[in-house]
């Protein structure tokens, strides 16, 4: 018996976007799945729209967007890192359309937590790298130690400041 195509839906994390998931399509290509890989609003291919009115509610509205544009339906929603945040809020707002949630080391709010309700740890230190900033942004945090050279170097000239108001809200 065939295992039915499924489309899975990324929440990418903070400071990246879909193109930090390149690796990934030939393999879910491979497997007879579609990935669809959006960037949010003022971050990668679309860093040129940051501004600090984005926050949590902007994000989702991106992926919510994809799913009408797109027609998306019996989805595999995937939520990465701060894609959680998005993730969840997705779900409760397009229900009808997502089949299966996956969290991958993702943050898992309840409703009305911030980002930073579930890391307090963080908190400040990414808002004293704000207010060093533009005032509105958080510089990139570190990726994985394990991260191997090539990559890190691949990554770090693509992640751009994340605005603080998406950990906040």
Not at 8 to 19: M, N, Q, V
Not at 40 to 57: M, N, V
Not at 82 to 102: C, F, K, P, S, W
Request: net charge negative; aromatic share 8%.
């Amino acid at each position: 018996m065939a295992t039915r195509a499924k489309t899975f839906l990324l929440c990418h994390g903070a400071w990246s976007g879909g193109w930090a998931w390149k690796k990934m399509h030939p393999l879910i290509a491979q497997a007879g799945h579609r990935l669809v890989a959006p960037t949010y609003t003022g971050l990668g291919e679309r860093a040129h729209l940051a501004s600090p009115a984005i926050d949590l509610e902007t994000h989702i509205q991106d992926i919510l967007n994809v799913i009408a544009f797109e027609d998306l339906s019996d989805i595999v929603l995937l939520g990465h890192s701060y894609g959680g945040m998005v993730a969840t809020g997705v779900a409760d707002r397009a229900r009808e359309r997502v089949t299966q949630l996956i969290y991958l080391d993702a943050f898992v709010p309840r409703d009305g937590q911030s980002l930073f309700d579930l890391n307090e740890g963080g908190r400040e230190p990414m808002r004293k790298a704000t207010a060093s900033g533009d005032g509105y942004r958080i510089p990139p945090n570190p990726p994985p130690p394990d991260t191997p050279q090539a990559d890190l170097d691949w990554l770090s000239a693509r992640r751009v400041p994340m605005p603080i108001k998406c950990f906040e809200t």
